[in-house]
């Protein structure tokens, strides 16, 4: 089912996974018009998407996500809605509030809009962080959507991305004002890699502050499965394609995917050394402390946080959740997505890390990149 002549709307169209799908839909579909929804277009992200756009409009709004008129106006003769924006925080340094009212409440404010505005099909990119892992770290190796959901999540991102999640499911069949009935669906991706990720960027800067070694905060065993940016772009594309069907809709609406690919399962850190090793970094063999004193330590820093909390906000850069979940086997299949969406993941490992590992290479400072370029 194509979405020729469909208005799309992309909530987050200026970030990383946004941008790598509103690329893919002028690539693969003759839409009538796609509108780019975020708080700021960068210019040069626009100006790059012009370059390729043939004769599909592309209109940048901006604007709130927590304005529900702003929603309205946006969701008018819209037909997709591929909502991908939210904010991530795995540190804790922004208030609940702040993550609920652009998580769950910009998300519930989209929905009504989509209702009032007869939007038919409604993708929401959830997040592999709602299904856990749990505070036991209890491993899961290659689960599946049937896999029981035994996670007590404390990350404000985590519960904030799966209360959206369910309210987006609860949405599916609800009815429109024309008569008509909106399809939702859910993408749950793993963590998500490639060129622009700010997550690998950052790591990167860390290990140049270190003497281009990676820090070890995973265990070796602690195997996750990353996903490549443009495979989740095209699951995306092809939820929508399935919303759009009459035939499939049935199946797919009211459902959550999980959307990974062939990139070998390894920890994060080994992840991190395995796109950053061609550049010539090198990571720690093991982690600097034992994982019971970074236990500890983390329960006296979460201490410290709430006694200062009245006075100072502070966020260290580990805590207890996010150390459990660079610590625990938990991986996924997307078979389920192979079998009702038709995903299958476009790049290949070789050619996702050689992609990640030319944009890292742009990334280093002009000095080592100098270097690397002469051997």
């Known amino acids: 089912m194509s979405l020729s002549g469909d208005v799309c709307l992309v909530t987050g169209a200026g970030g990383f996974l ?39 409009r592309l209109s940048v709004l901006e604007g709130d996500i927590r304005d529900g008129d702003f929603l309205v106006r946006a969701c008018r003769g819209v037909s997709v809605v591929f909502h991908i924006a939210s904010i991530i925080d795995v540190i804790g340094a922004l208030d609940y509030s702040e993550l609920y009212a652009v998580n769950v409440k910009g998300t519930q404010l989209l929905l009504e809009a989509c209702v009032r505005e007869n939007v038919v099909s ?37 519960r904030t991305k799966k209360e959206a999640e369910r309210r987006c499911l609860a949405a599916s069949g609800e009815r429109l004002q024309n008569g008509g009935r909106l399809a939702t669906c859910a993408l749950r991706p793993m963590y998500i890699y490639g060129d622009g990720c700010r997550f690998l960027r950052g790591h990167m800067a860390d290990a140049v502050g270190n003497r281009d070694v990676l820090y070890r905060t995973s265990a070796r065993e602690a195997r996750v499965n990353p996903v490549y940016v443009g495979n989740v772009a095209l699951a995306h594309l092809e939820a929508a394609r399935c919303l759009r069907d009459v035939g499939r809709r049935a199946v797919v609406a009211g459902n959550f995917y999980y959307i990974s690919d062939d990139t070998p399962p390894v920890s994060y850190c080994d992840f991190n050394h395995a796109v950053m090793a ?17 236990r500890l330590i983390c329960f006296l820093l979460e201490v410290l946080r709430f006694c200062l909390r009245p006075f100072k906000r502070i ?7 996010l150390l459990v979940m660079l610590n625990t086997p938990f991986s996924f299949s997307y078979q389920k997505a192979k079998r009702d969406l038709g995903y299958a993941p476009r790049y290949t490992w070789e050619e996702a890390r ?22």
């Open 354 to 375: 050689t992609r990640t590992v030319e944009w890292l290479a742009t990334e280093l400072p002009k000095e080592r990149r100098r270097l690397l370029m002469a051997k």
């Open 278 to 294: 061609p550049l010539g970094f090198r990571i720690q063999e093991r982690h600097a402390l034992p994982l019971r004193l970074l």
């Open 18 to 56: 946004g941008r790598r799908l509103v690329q893919l839909l002028l690539e693969e579909e003759k839409l009538d018009e796609i509108r780019l929804l975020d708080q700021r277009m960068d210019p040069q992200v626009l100006a790059a998407l012009e370059g390729c756009r043939g004769e599909t």
């Open 122 to 158: 409604f993708v929401y990119t959830s997040s592999i962080e709602v299904a856990g892992p749990n505070p036991a770290g209890d491993p899961v190796v290659n689960g599946n959507e049937d896999t029981p959901d035994a996670s007590t999540l404390k990350f404000a991102y985590s």
């Open 315 to 321: 966020a260290p850069p580990l805590n207890r959740q």
